[in-house]
């Protein structure tokens, strides 16, 4: 099975630019199958990383930022592909 994690944060106005370098710069115990980020208005960045494992199984995620560079807690979601079904 395919599962995906997401990890979204937005920064604090004209900080997108560190916390994209900030979140690029992460490294994970163990490799995903794939690792995509993304940016958009608002300064917000998307991770995405897409593992060959169960729904619930124990998979590393990007932590969180520092308070002063983040608006807001990072926003985490869990997604299994539905393709096949």
């Known amino acids: 099975m395919t599962v995906a ?4 944060a937005r920064a604090v106005a004209g900080r997108g630019a560190e916390l994209l370098s ?6 994970l115990p163990q490799e ?7 940016r958009a208005p608002q300064d917000r960045v998307l991770v995405i990383t897409w593992w060959d494992a169960p729904y619930d199984a ?3 995620e990007l932590p969180e930022p520092a308070a002063d ?16 079904d």
């Not at 900030?22 to 490294?27: G, H, N």
């Open 69 to 84: 560079l983040v608006t807001r807690a990072v926003h985490r979601w869990r997604f299994e592909s539905a393709d096949g």
């Open 5 to 8: 994690l997401m990890w979204e």
């Open 32 to 38: 995903p199958l794939r690792r995509e980020t993304f």
């Open 22 to 27: 900030w979140a690029r710069a992460q490294t």
């Open 58 to 60: 124990e998979l590393p």
